[in-house]
């Protein structure tokens, strides 16, 4: 399976590279995973485009999507699904707080069968540094609730850090979340339409260079408007999620017959 990882950045310049090194050691050893990088800059004003730029100039798995103004977390991730190519999509971000080795190990969840691998920052076996003590309070207190709401085990709902089948990601779209909101409606979209989820422990670092692009000042209407929104839908229309999930999945093993056919006859 190829694994295609989405970046949103926005002025991550001197984070940026050593993201995508660090990706690169980790997907290619000790087994290499087929994967690409699709970078989306999000209207940086500093020298992140053209540091990506440079390197996929020399790596012809790293792309840049430059994009046009409003800028946004949300509409930075839905130009990178739109962008990519492979079997798994993984979310990860540019300012070196997720760790690629996570990324591997969820890889290999999807292939053992998951639909959907959620990163997890507080389950046993988590690593959490520098996280800002008010935004971890607002966190916890909001991660309580959607499982309230959803009826669900997972606790780290806000977290963008997580993985899906192409398949799954394409059928819950598409996507209207223009900010972090994304992460809610990519995962509470993948929930209640009945995917296979599984979480997992994940080490997370707080930045050390440039500043965070969540507010939670703005943030707060944003997610109530997604929560409730998924909510409803959950409550009034689960029948037609589950029935448009299967028509979607169907028409999916019907693309992808032939294509296995031709490359097993050769």
């Known amino acids: 399976m190829k694994l295609s990882i989405v970046i949103p950045a926005q ?18 050893a000790p ?4 994967y690409e990088v699709v970078v989306v800059d999000d209207n940086s004003s500093d020298g ?12 012809t798995r790293i792309r840049l999507v430059r994009r046009l103004p409003p800028a946004g977390f949300g ?13 798994v999509l993984a979310i990860y971000m540019a300012d070196l707080s997720d760790d690629p080795q996570d990324l591997v190990a969820c890889y290999h969840k999807i292939a053992e069968g998951y639909d959907c691998v ?5 389950i046993t076996g988590s690593q959490v540094t520098m996280y ?8 916890r207190f909001a991660n309580q609730v959607i499982r309230w709401m959803f009826w669900s085990r997972f606790n780290d709902f806000t977290n963008a850090f997580k993985v899906y089948r192409m398949q799954v990601a394409h059928d819950c779209g598409p996507y209207r979340a223009s900010h972090f909101n994304i992460t ?37 209407r944003r997610y109530l408007s997604t929560l409730l929104m998924l909510f409803f839908q959950r409550v009034l229309i689960s029948d037609d999620l589950l029935a448009e999930r299967a028509a979607n999945n169907a028409r999916f093993q019907r693309q992808a017959t032939p294509a296995q056919t031709t490359a097993e006859t050769g």
Request: charged letters at 25%; aromatic letters at 6%.
């Open 184 to 220: 809610l409606e990519m995962s509470i979209g993948a929930l209640i339409r009945g995917y296979r989820i599984v979480e997992i422990p994940i080490r997370w670092h707080g930045r050390t260079w440039g500043s965070s692009k969540l507010r939670l000042s703005e943030m707060g």
């Open 118 to 122: 959620f990163g997890s920052r507080f």
């Open 132 to 139: 800002p003590v008010v935004k971890l309070v607002v966190n």
């Open 75 to 87: 509409r930075a991730v839905r130009d990178g699904i739109d962008a990519v190519t492979g079997d």
């Open 31 to 34: 087994v290499a995973i087929p």
């Open 11 to 28: 002025n991550e310049e001197r984070n940026i590279a050593r993201c995508l090194e660090e990706l690169r050691a980790a997907l290619e």
């Open 48 to 59: 992140t485009a053209a540091v990506v730029a440079g390197l996929a100039d020399a790596d």
